[in-house]
């Protein structure tokens, strides 16, 4: 299981759909960082079902607790558990898919990979696991801010009348998420390997249901030629500026101090109600229709657990950043007691 | 920097365009490989460039030399080194950008984060580079051969009458490698962050120029329904069998035993003999026109770093994937001296 | 903060002293591994106070409670996660010492560092802490007994009556746990950093309290000739036997197959009664006199915390043993779904 | 393998006793460091054989080359390369034990681990390895001499009347290196794992040949009262003081300002002239003599060695150290392009 993401501001996560609780552990969080539930409140709620049309109906208030990490309302440098207990699991609604390999979804593969598998609701793989997700990620953003730091993500629009035709039908829609960091200083992202894209591409990637994920022009980089393509530079009043955003923000991998861009593609769920013909793990061909709770199109609501993983990448981006050069490394080595007088 | 790739197979690269040297040291494989350097011959043949009308005139052998981890033609366990001398570096091709700031280059941006340029045609921000993960990758491809794991990547085919016009007239175009992993086992990949997904995401999104990167359906899939794009089972002769692969092969980031599938974008190189207006280190703006040895497409002598980088991804989780459960762990978990009677 | 343990078998803890709860995900746990509450309750006894008349009188049933990880009583790959909540927690009985730093205490270091400091009980530096370790070392010695391992640690026997008076007197006094590891496999360890006895000393000098770590004959191996020390091999009966064992079990940071012994030296613990002189936050000399709840030895509570960490340590290196050979990779890579038929 | 060693100052090894070099790449080295190949020089020559009457007579210059990092004499932020050609290797002097397990060897464990064996001076095994360590380390120490930071190492004083009469027997010496660390910031180590004692332990334990590490009394403290033991403060002049360094530096795994002392015991070296009794590969006991080059005690060539590792420890914690506190983060965190005007 890879259930730990970063190197330096790091997040363990666990739970399962219907289990009893879900959260997460971070490691490396600054001390000094104002710190209490309700800086959750606002993107645990972008993130729960039940506040749109297009969404499951499953009910979940995803109150945050803080089980450690904290004094006095801001973090101590030691590690913040955060868990959110789940109020509405209903396992019993899966018991008669419990043998069945669902169309699109990883019961094959989890069956395959752990010779068990937890059917209460896809287990593990289900999109309740985002919950801690973006529970870390409101901490990342939250020392993003004080550096100045803003990261956006929105579900491309969409044509809601084919939208709501298709839910109508028992079915679900595919949909594209659109990313902006900004404020980013110049300088971050760690060559040959680390780039900042491809760290992005991992976390952005690791989101249950992705397929695709480009930055700045993308694909279309594909198609065009370098004398269209490639960003310049000019200086300007005695600042220097790029010309075009064709790269998205980032250069051989590494940030340019520019807008971040990316668009990240998903599929449509893979629960829906439309019958489908599939196999069981007894060796029989069975046709099902996917009842309970389940989002429509997954846009909408992982575009806050975009955010998250974007700023969890960038915290860790940063904290590497700070040894790039042996001046950094000299200002930012603390010398002797701060209480010391 | 990351330099380092992979946790159980892990890869360290080291080297600039114009050193004396590029190379890396290999962590983690496995003793009892054969290996020897004829093994290496045909993967960096295909990348070297002067093979083709479109690549750097640029004349590199590329002959890799193993310094450590092997005996008597067979791996040891110790840490492999492999090293390819520079023969043909110009350092003073460069001297004339010194001090500017190519439009799409990393000139800017890893001025930016060290503090000090290294000009010389791009130091680790360049193509160079790649060699040393063409070797690394060599030797992850002997290894998955002996698993009955294969990769294949290949440039999408493009318009050459285009191409051609295009390098006369001093300019570059873009591209997009497509990918085939075949044979693996279902049940590779870890989530929730190390899908198998999000690691090939970032490996090959980590090689210089790529822009974008999707499986199976990818972006298509964001304008798909799901009763169209699920992939559901079926039962045949007592065998099971996808019915179809939009996914690419990965179901919640684990493998499915199918072919894995993936389209990887590259944009035009950015190094063109077209003049184009930027900015240097002095604070004027200038014209440039780069001179020498440049590739005028990408894709065709990335295929073989595309399969390399697939490649070590592949070994990282088949590694890790030993230990999924008990039953694997007690089978391979080797008790007593084998040469004990 | 370096609150993750491990590579392949990961442990992220939490918690402080006085908080609400402590606890810790274990990422890596194999699936098909079976485990209940009831698992934790024998080594959580030992490691609770009020057990011992040399022990802090702090009554804590320290009952584990499961999160995540399991179903139906047997772990499914999935991270798992486990609490202890903290019930006898008085964060007031510190307000006194809130602004003092406490001879030989984290007091000062934590200040320095954090620049905060949380002063309920040594908040992260406390005791408390290994509760989590214990809980995942019980996990690990789980798969240990699978494969045939043993982990036994007891405090070195010392004078009682001594211990006794030492107690009436307000004092305290050191320790040593011995411990040893029986049926482990030759061939177990990681050269040339990462050898068994470096991960084993790191593991164990994390334990708070600790002085100092040594192997086999250790320390007193530096007053031993060559031909006295070396342990030399036979053949009986088809056999190799080890001819003694001075080194420890340990050659050349590999296991010989024989019984791995390390000796742990443990400081007196530093909350005495007795009245000592230091300094507070405030610029002031003062005298202090530690009440409360204090264990006066450390090595009875902390043997069993030792076997945790060298279980953690033995379950990952067998872990990485597992990719030593081509041949051990062939035999567990798991080709195909288990369910085939 | 586990021949990578840092998380942000990391440092790969390779190469055999016997093969062509010997090696490193050091990722993560800043930026804006002065580097030439006399920095290394002097710690070399210290480990060197053929210097002291005591060591081994083999002939190694053991000239550092710089393959790849620098530009200028400067570090670039790049993978810094070192390799060291191995001149002097006679690997038929082995021939004759190439199938006998050497008592205190590693022979028989690395058989075990690999099922194949470098027999070659033990291969991966040998102190030879020490030479790519030093070379890292005199890199770390350059950065550590410029935040103030020094390591001393040395043999703990032994008689050498004795030691002349056991070389002349064919026998060797165990010995004990002492180490002081002076001028580190109180605030460096990450708990509760990555305390800076546990990551001092295992970094030196993982020199070959290592038997027990102890920081401050040690083991000493095992015998101790806490009144006796505990490090108090005191104010003097509005600074702050330790009255004592029991601890040896650090506390509750953090550095506290004062010096940091270890000791560090080594065995005997094993190859030794005697006649010695063990088993071979083919099922017969043996009765062996091993000439040769070799050390008869270890601790004078491994000072430099254990500065090496200890300094390689405190680049490490001091880089995690610059993001304790968000204040810090700030400080470091880099605006802009440095040559914007």
């Excluded at 606002?42 to 990490?69: C, F, H, Q, T, W």
């Excluded at 989002?295 to 609501?301: F, G, H, K, L, Q």
Aim: glycine share 12%; hydrophobic share 40%; aromatic share 6%.
């Amino acid at each position: 299981m890879g259930s730990i993401f970063g190197d330096l501001f790091r997040v363990a996560t666990f739970g399962e759909s219907h289990g009893s609780a879900i959260g997460c552990i971070i490691d490396g969080c600054p001390a000094g960082l104002a710190l209490d539930v309700q800086d959750f409140a606002a993107d645990m709620a972008r993130r729960a079902p039940g506040n749109s049309p297009y969404a499951s109906k499953r009910k979940e208030p995803d109150e945050v607790e803080i089980l450690s990490g904290t004094f006095g309302g801001v973090t101590t440098g030691a590690p913040i558990a955060l868990v959110i207990y789940n109020r509405d699991q209903r396992p019993e609604d899966y018991d008669n898919l419990a043998r069945v390999f669902r169309p699109g979804h990883g019961d094959y593969t989890y069956t395959a990979k752990y010779s068990i598998r937890d059917h209460r609701g896809g287990g593990r793989a289900s999109g309740r696991e985002t919950a801690a997700r973006v529970a870390a990620g409101a901490v990342a953003k939250k020392i993003l801010t004080e550096l100045g730091v803003t990261v956006a993500a929105r579900a491309l629009p969409m044509d809601y009348a084919d939208l709501e035709e298709c839910m109508a039908a028992g079915d679900s829609m595919g949909s594209v998420v659109e990313g902006k960091i900004s404020g980013l200083a110049a300088g971050i992202g760690e060559p040959v390997f680390d780039k900042l894209s491809a760290d992005l591409a991992k976390a952005l990637m690791s989101i249950g249901g992705a397929t695709g994920i480009e930055f700045g022009v993308g694909f279309a980089a594909a198609n065009r030629r370098g004398s269209e393509n490639n960003d310049g530079f000019s200086w300007k009043d005695g600042k220097i500026y790029k010309t075009s955003n064709n790269a998205g923000g980032i250069m051989a991998g590494i940030s340019d101090g520019d807008k971040i861009c990316f668009k990240l593609a998903f599929k449509p769920p893979s629960s829906i109600a439309l019958p489908q013909s599939t196999a069981n793990m007894d060796g029989d061909n069975v046709e099902i229709s996917i009842k309970g709770r389940h989002d429509a199109v997954i846009a909408p609501r992982a575009c806050v657990v975009a955010e998250a993983m974007a700023a969890i990448v960038l915290v860790n981006h940063i904290f590497r950043s700070l040894t790039d050069t042996m001046h950094q490394v000299k200002k930012a080595y603390k010398k002797g007691l701060p209480h010391q007088r």
